[in-house]
């Protein structure tokens, strides 16, 4: 067996889906094998909202989904 010489990950992204769109599959691959995979998001769903005054739920909704998809995909941080 081949041993995991990565012992962590760092993904860096645009928005809070981009890692799970683009690299969803690796980080997981990587996790699995042991490696931390953190994740580094520079946006915050800020920009997802339709109605004035809708930012605060948007920013909310879209940090605790990010947060639960990375947590799925085995993402340390």
Excluded: T, W
């Excluded at 639960?68 to 995909?73: C, D, K, S, V």
């Amino acid at each position: 067996m081949k041993e995991n010489k990565v012992k962590s990950v760092l993904v860096l992204a645009g928005h809070l889906d981009d890692s799970i769109l683009a690299v969803g599959g690796i980080m997981r691959r990587f996790a699995k094998a042991g490696a931390k995979v953190h994740v580094f998001c520079f946006g915050n769903n800020d920009e997802a909202y339709a109605q004035i005054g809708g930012q605060p739920l948007a920013v909310k909704k879209g940090m605790s989904q990010a947060v639960a998809a990375h947590r799925i995909i085995g993402a340390s941080s």
